[in-house]
């Protein structure tokens, strides 16, 4: 069995952890970094390919395996708590001992993310801040002039809800679903906005401090019940897009082409300037060193197989609409 991992997936680490810095994630509870460092596959050429998703589980798996991607980025990590045996009989584990066999690694950047300006403010110009000096989580907006909140909806039903919250199978009747809590006493159509506070996940810890709504509007993947009747009884309004939805946009609509940029020239660097003429290695590890060290490539895509738990479902007349 080979006892290196492979140069891209290397190369891909190094890549992540320039762009989200291990030292910007919440280590008090977050298990972010190299999760599966997996030996290299002398027996199958697998891609200079990165697949990125926000959960890892058996269908994601599966796709990695199919397409023979090198490494999976996944936003949230497998590995949360310390593991006692990784067997079969979970399914979670099940999936690492198959990529580790496959020879595909797994990395979780997760708070590390979330904490980067980048992430914050996630415009086609993002600030300038090589030493993550406005790193932090969450983002505030104030307008200049308050806005309808029915427009507000309709900007978040637009850019933020990706196609899993769509209800109805044709164009012209599909419908977008979130939940949403306004104060009591209130619609939707006579309220108005100043300021928007957002925070993909669970945005609780960030949008609600001492039980005081950090805006008028609250964006985020998930809020508790008491939280939310917290907020709207201050006034605000609350938002929720399920947990992950709040956050796959991010890797679709930024982190995938960014990141490709930045490995695409990283890695034609390591391509370069390889040392594989002085390496110590068997024959048949050299020659699976070679094709990829020719391959200069780069191929970084989101999972089509990764999805929320949570799907809209709406019921009419004994059966789904």
């Not at 590390?112 to 505030?140: L, N």
């Not at 008491?226 to 399920?242: C, F, M, N, R």
Request: glycine share 6%.
């Amino acid at each position: 069995m080979a006892t290196v991992c492979s140069p891209f997936s290397k190369a891909v680490v190094r890549c992540i952890q320039k762009m989200y810095p291990e030292s910007l994630a919440d280590k008090s509870f977050d298990n972010t970094g190299l999760l599966l460092e997996a030996p290299l596959n002398k027996h199958r050429r697998l891609k200079n390919s990165v697949l990125l998703t926000v959960d890892l589980t058996k269908a994601v798996a599966d796709e990695a395996i199919a397409r023979g991607d090198s490494i999976i980025i996944a936003y949230h990590p497998i590995i949360f708590r310390g593991l006692k045996s990784l067997t079969l009989a979970n399914s979670q584990q099940q999936s690492l001992l198959r990529l580790a066999q496959e020879g595909i690694s797994v990395y979780s950047p997760h708070t590390a993310v979330d904490a980067t300006p980048e992430t914050i403010y996630p415009s086609p110009d993002p600030p300038v801040d090589p030493d993550f000096k406005d790193a932090g989580m969450g983002r505030k907006i104030t307008f200049e002039q308050p806005l309808p909140l029915n427009d507000i909806i309709g900007a978040i039903a637009k850019t933020a809800l990706p196609q899993s919250n769509v209800i109805g199978t044709h164009t012209e009747s599909s419908a977008v679903g979130f939940s949403i809590a306004i104060p009591q006493g209130s619609t939707v159509s006579d309220i108005t906005i100043s300021s928007v506070a957002a925070c993909p996940g669970s945005g609780s810890s960030i949008l609600m401090k001492n039980g005081t709504p950090a805006a008028d509007l609250l964006l985020t993947g998930e809020l508790s019940h008491h939280e939310a009747l917290a907020a709207i009884e201050a006034g605000s309004v609350v938002v929720t897009l399920s947990h992950s939805n709040s956050e796959r946009g991010f890797l679709q609509g930024y982190m995938r082409s960014n990141f490709h940029e930045r490995l695409s020239q990283a890695w034609k660097e390591v391509c370069a300037h390889n040392d594989l003429a002085s390496s110590d290695r068997d024959e048949s590890e050299v020659q699976v060193l070679k094709q990829i060290f020719a391959d200069d490539s780069v191929c970084v895509d989101v999972s089509k197989s990764d999805r929320d738990p949570y799907q809209v479902l709406c019921w009419r007349n004994g059966r789904e609409a």
